[in-house]
């Protein structure tokens, strides 16, 4: 029959429509929010997802995995005199990484001993130039710098950013990426206790060797 | 005891047999990493013609050029393949680097070669005699020089490689306009006032479409027109311009003008680290950036023959497969959208493509442009909630609304009667167009790389390489939904089989070491073969990068499948080509 076709179409999209109101009325039933709750955007980018699907942005927003990437952003850890200790120690690694080349580094040496000084002096990343890969922060041997979450960019101006608007302190990381942050915290442990073990190793095999 | 005398490999075998058949005009390759055969320049046609129809290496897929600016010498190679599966055969020319370079062209026996052999004439200035219409392809016909020879420098030049020495240890910002003398980001051929510029390119364009004479049937005078489809036009999927010459309703002839996107990949890619490359694949077909990865890591390996940690295999698969499932799904709705049924079967599709990139999103950190592969594995493990999600869409979701698709679409009357019998592209035709993928399978080829030249670890997993046999429109769309399934099939084994174990076989090291050498690999995108020529020089910068992308070649058959249609089904077809711009213009 001509237009059987059709109306099996039509069916689906009938279901569809349906299926939007029916789950709206079940999770109004049930007391739950279907939207503007963080259960709600979940449940409408799951696999059980059921008719009109739509997150409502800017309102709402979509959960964020722990990976995802915008832009870098270096670290600094908060010291107990106010002072920020700099994980970066200008080594170079991601300017030299960087597919766009969008990152520049200011190494200076210290006036003393003419040894490089493991601080940036400076440090400016194009963020117009940065195509978000997140190269810099996989192969940053410090994890100094490592990619956002932060994905409303939009502005007036070219974002050239420096290092005072590069500086997010170690506990905002944590804040966004709570499992690589432990993940490495717990590397970073294991290394000292090897490095102190290592230590003492060497310490006390030299005892007995020193003059009593 | 005699030792059994040594068996040649079927390679050595292959080359032994052509030399013997034209001892005067081929010689073996002798450069280490180097293999095929070279070809002397003035037998070209003939040896190929050989290869074709003695040989059986049907499918020429890739030709491209290479410029060996110290042996002064430029290279034309050629890879051909036979469609009943198994290795390939490189063959290549090589002419004086004095210009005009000259080389025969292959399009009379391949005529897929013809948009490959335009883009080496635009790209290294070699001229192929007796091409049939050899014009600039990707660049405007104003550029002055061709910019994949090594003696080109762009207008923003810094330096031959990156890194850049300005970035690292003292690096002030600058924008690269200010450092640059004209503060213009042009260069203009000798005594060339862009002012005064008359294009010349639209003629040429123009005149190389047939002419056909007026009618005059029945007493009444009809005349040819030209129209512009596109450059900026809904249906082109991006910035495509096809000028098509109508009698009435009815394609008499068209040619596609391109380049609108061109920002020369190829050259970008010669000028960064190996490792660098990586995230610039993913900005190719823009929507199966999995499969770029998938394709570009491939080759290097090949080059650098690592082997890959074998857990990472099976995530390379299932992340590719699911790839194709999402394109495919967008192929569906976009082809809908191009046919009228505007926005209802392009969301459905859409929606479980966003479930898929949800899933790219949490792996990789991109939704689409994932740089999730490495040399010899992948950046990280999947997240076990994550598997757990992949598990719930390809045991639950995406069966049930795959099947729902097709409930929406695949009886509909209306697009039955727009696809079936519509642009009917027979095996033969395509074949000699070097078309590839799906619309190759559609036409009755079963040809598919997973099968017919293994790579990964696809040799494992059993499933149908799905084939249809009408070649026309309707072939072209059902074959998506055949695909679509298959790839079920291959994720659900993919699942069941990955191991426990390392998701890279090497350490994390910024500075690959690739040794010299050249390499084509090549694999089954959703949209058809991608292939990367990868020739190394043993620097950390690859000396030539060449991407052979679907898109691009699929084309070349374009007016072939077009002529004597209405032009509304060219529309159409053009969705069911499935071209995507960022791959087309590279």
């Known amino acids: ?212 | 005891m005699t030792a059994p005398a040594p068996t040649l490999d079927a390679t050595a075998q292959l080359n032994a047999s052509l030399l013997a058949r034209f001892p005067e005009s081929v010689s073996t390759e002798t450069r280490p990493g180097y293999s095929g055969i070279i070809v002397k320049k003035e037998n070209l046609v003939e040896v190929a013609a050989a290869i074709r129809d003695e040989f059986g290496y049907d499918l020429l897929t890739a030709v491209t050029a290479v410029d060996y600016l110290a042996e002064n010498k430029m290279e034309v190679v050629y890879h051909a393949y036979k469609t009943t599966g198994g290795a390939g055969l490189t063959f290549r020319v090589q002419a004086e680097r004095v210009d005009p370079i000259e080389v025969p062209s292959l399009v009379e026996i391949w005529a897929g070669a013809d948009f490959q052999e335009r883009e080496a004439y635009d790209l290294f200035g070699i001229r192929f005699t007796s091409h049939p219409d050899l014009r600039r392809i990707l660049m405007w016909e104003g550029f002055d020089g061709h910019p994949l020879r090594k003696d080109w420098k762009e207008a923003f030049f810094e330096e031959e490689t990156k890194p850049f020495k300005s970035r690292w240890p003292d690096g002030q910002h600058v924008y690269a306009e200010f450092k640059n003398p004209f503060r213009d980001n042009l260069n203009f051929p000798k005594d060339f006032d862009p002012n005064a510029y008359q294009p010349t390119g639209e003629d040429d364009l123009y005149l190389s479409l047939e002419n056909h004479s007026l009618k005059t049937e029945s007493g009444i005078k009809t005349d040819q027109i030209v129209v512009n489809m596109g450059p900026h036009h809904p249906s082109t999927h991006g910035v495509l311009r096809v000028a098509v010459t109508l009698d009435g309703e009815t394609i008499l002839g068209l040619k596609p003008v391109m380049g609108y996107l061109h920002r020369n990949h190829d050259k970008i890619g010669e000028r960064s680290t190996y490792l660098q490359i990586m995230p610039y694949t993913d900005r190719l077909d823009y929507f199966n950036s999995m499969s770029n990865n998938l394709g570009y890591a491939i080759t290097v390996e090949k080059l650098m023959k690592i082997p890959v940690a074998e857990r990472a295999e099976y995530i390379r698969v299932i992340m590719a497969e699911l790839t194709r499932i999402q394109n495919h799904l967008i192929f569906v709705g976009t082809l809908t959208n191009d046919l009228g049924a505007m926005y209802t079967p392009s969301l459905y599709a859409f929606e479980e493509r966003e479930l898929i990139l949800d899933i790219f999103e949490a792996v990789s950190g991109a939704r689409m442009m994932c740089n999730y592969l490495r040399f010899g594995g992948v950046v990280r493990d999947i997240p076990d909630d994550v598997l757990g999600k992949i598990k719930d869409l390809i045991y639950e979701r995406l069966p049930a609304k795959t099947a729902e698709m097709e409930r929406l679409l695949n009886d509909n009357e209306v697009l039955i009667g727009r696809l079936k019998g519509v642009h009917v592209l027979n095996a033969e035709t395509a074949v000699r167009y070097s078309v590839t993928g799906p619309v190759l399978r559609a036409a009755g080829v079963p040809y598919d790389l997973r099968r017919a030249d293994p790579y990964s670890v696809y040799d494992r997993f059993d499933f149908d390489v799905a084939v249809r046999h009408n070649g026309d429109m309707l072939d072209n769309y059902l074959i998506r939904f055949d695909e679509i399934w298959q790839s079920l099939k291959i994720l659900e084994q993919a699942l069941k089989q990955m191991p426990e174990g390392p998701v890279n076989s090497q350490k994390l090291q910024y500075q690959v070491r690739v040794p010299a050498g050249e390499a084509y690999g090549r694999i089954e995108s959703p949209k058809g073969e991608l292939g990367f020529y990868i020739v190394s020089n043993g620097k950390p910068t690859p000396y030539r990068y060449h991407v052979r992308p679907a898109s691009f070649v699929n084309i070349t058959a374009l007016e072939e499948m077009c002529r004597g249609s209405k032009i509304q089904d060219f529309i159409a077809l053009l969705g069911m080509l499935d071209i995507v711009m960022g791959e087309l213009d590279r």
Not at chain 1, 56 to 79: D, G, K, S, T, V
Not at chain 1, 106 to 132: H, K, W
Not at chain 1, 168 to 178: D, F, L, N, T, V
Request: net charge neutral; aromatic share 10%.
């Open chain 1, 1 to 212: 029959m001509l237009g059987k076709g059709i109306l099996k179409s039509l069916q689906v999209t009938w279901k569809r429509y349906w299926d939007t109101y029916a789950d709206d009325l079940t999770w109004w039933l049930s007391g739950k929010k279907r939207y503007h709750s963080v259960e709600g955007v979940a449940h409408r980018s799951s696999k059980n997802a059921k008719g009109i699907f739509t997150v409502q942005y800017p309102e709402e927003r979509l959960i964020l995995p722990e990976e995802a990437r915008y832009l870098p952003f270096l670290i600094y850890n908060e010291l107990e005199d106010g002072k920020r200790e700099i994980l970066c120690t200008s080594c170079g690694i991601c300017a030299k990484v960087c597919p766009p080349q969008c990152i520049w580094i200011v190494r200076s040496n210290d006036p003393q001993t003419g040894r490089p000084i493991p601080e940036p002096t400076a440090f400016y990343v194009d963020m117009d130039l940065c195509m978000n890969c997140g190269l810099c922060a996989e192969y940053c041997p410090f994890d100094a710098i490592k990619m956002d979450h932060d994905f409303e960019l939009a502005s007036f101006t070219r974002n050239v950013y420096d290092l005072e608007k590069l500086l997010k302190p170690s506990a905002y990381y944590q804040g966004i990426r709570p499992q690589n942050f432990a993940r490495e915290e717990a590397d970073r442990k294991a290394k000292e206790e090897a490095k102190a073990a290592k230590a003492a190793k060497t310490a006390e095999a030299s005892a007995p060797a020193a003059p009593a």
